[in-house]
């Protein structure tokens, strides 16, 4: 499941949605990205998510399949938001759920290190100084690359 | 061809998309940028570092070499910073 | 944060608990662990998760300060439940909140190897053919090891 | 010295816990599971087979050669499943 939005999430309802009449389910791994106060040494007043809508909702669709191809997944819950954010607001959140514990951990690891290397977004902080574009980081390329040639454990 | 662009790229263009209409000799992307700053600014500010720049046709991230055609939509963009 | 309880536990209210007010936090992995309604093949009917409540306690302690002293978390999370429950029923949750999403993906996975292998548990399935208990598992054993001698990434 | 018990070892000892007084010649672990079993049933069916059994001293796993004394909670029970 895939959701674009500028609203807000309530990840206990989503978690709730993915596993409910599914009694086959052993774990749930979810991660929820959240705005920080600080980056790169400076305060952030606010952040703005800029998105290509089009090639987000496929880019996004293949991802998803991908994970599902990947691991034994019963279920995939992907939610990204767009618009102005403030510090401790909700930016991402995504679930997994299998029957065993290592497939959901992985394939969750694996969609955010997709999400921040492939997702057509493209973040501006609000900073004292004024605005600035987030520069992509090498370490999150590196993240990425670790999936390139890794086969799914389960 | 439609073009689209993003983050500061759009900053820089001043829009967030146009319709161009390129010669029949401009048939990959590295033709596209190189007729795009030859019509002067703010191309060729925009299209100063290519290795700062990031591109899809059709929704598909692509490379500089990729093949272009005039019902394509081309998207210009800084590498994205998603999650 | 540790509780071992044989109420049920709300993963949403425990997500907001642990990063309410904290914008330093930038993102937060849990884990749900579920009851399956098969197991090794056999349908099961429900499960008694009986435990040494001295021992968790001291435990989960450690094992808590252990992931807090290997990763920079700003916070965790881990609830245990025992006593019957059924197929769907929540067991365990672990939440783990870091500045950066690597540290708090690994602590999260590192918790939940622990507790597999480690946290003074024992279950009792309810099949058709009567009672088992269920014996610990080789790929638990394995999946623990892994942290014996890996530093934290972060 | 207070011993307790857990799952199968629990219903195999018919009791969840106990107090035994073994001699001064019993100092480790090794030593009072021999001294259980010479004690007959349920002690020879509990501890036939050691491998499938774990250990804890006042809430620390511990080994089989682990020292043990009069004031200590000594507490046996299959591999652990928790999670």
């Known amino acids: 499941m895939i959701r674009v939005q500028a609203e807000d999430f309530d990840p206990g309802a989503e978690l709730e949605a993915l596993t409910k009449g599914n009694a086959g389910i052993g774990g749930v791994c979810s991660f929820i990205g959240l705005v920080r106060d600080i980056a790169d040494g400076e305060r952030i007043g606010a952040m703005t998510l800029e998105h290509y809508p089009e090639m987000t909702r496929r880019r996004l669709e293949e991802i998803e399949a991908e994970a599902m191809r990947r691991w034994p997944l019963e279920g995939c819950t992907i939610i990204h938001r767009h ?18 514990r290592r497939a959901a951990f992985e394939s969750a690891a694996f969609l955010m290190d997709w999400l921040k290397t492939n997702a057509p977004f493209w973040k501006l902080e609000e900073t004292g100084d004024g605005e600035r574009w987030v520069a992509a980081r090498q370490s999150d390329d590196d993240a990425a690359a670790r999936w390139a040639d890794k086969p799914a454990s389960e | 061809m439609k073009l689209v662009y993003f983050a500061w790229m759009k900053e820089k263009a001043g829009i967030s998309e146009e319709t161009v209409n390129p010669p029949a000799t401009v048939t990959d992307l590295g033709q596209l940028v190189d007729w795009l700053k030859e019509r002067g600014e703010p191309y060729t500010g925009m299209f100063q570092n290519m290795a700062a720049i990031r591109a899809a046709i059709n929704y598909e991230y692509v490379k ?15 590498p994205v910073t998603g999650g």
């Open chain 1, 83 to 100: 618009g102005r954010l403030e510090p401790g607001d909700r930016i991402v959140f995504v679930a997994t759920a299998s029957a065993h």
């Open chain 2, 64 to 78: 500089i070499d990729a093949a272009v055609g005039p019902d394509d939509e081309v998207a210009f963009f800084p």
